[in-house]
């Protein structure tokens, strides 16, 4: 047995949740934030048999595209007076797809 932990974008987890569902996975949803973006994300739990590691994998990777997003952040430091340091400085940024771990599970037990 596996446990599946996925980081996704709240963005995707409405339609990868239904689709997991759907195919009878059943899945614990934790709304969590990333360090990078600060945006919230939903990490979800799997305990499956290992031989459907990779059918949940694909489902996931089906459901969490990529895409450019553009973040703003603030000039590096320098010498110059701060109240001409204000401007942020835009950058194109990966988000979207998903973080997947897979997880040996030794034991699990329902009470």
Known sequence: MKMILTI???E?????LSE???K???VTKLATTGGFLKKGNTTLLLGIEDE???EVCEIIRQHSGKRQQI???PPAPSNVNVYNSV???PINVEVGGATIFIL???EQRKV
Do not use: G, H, I, W
């Open 20 to 22: 997991l569902n759907e």
């Open 52 to 54: 459907k590691v990779e």
């Open 12 to 16: 995707d987890a409405p339609l990868l």
């Open 8 to 10: 996704v974008r709240n």
């Open 24 to 26: 009878k996975y059943y």
């Open 87 to 89: 401007s942020s400085v």
């Open 104 to 106: 040996p599970v030794e």
């Open 71 to 73: 973040m703003y952040t």
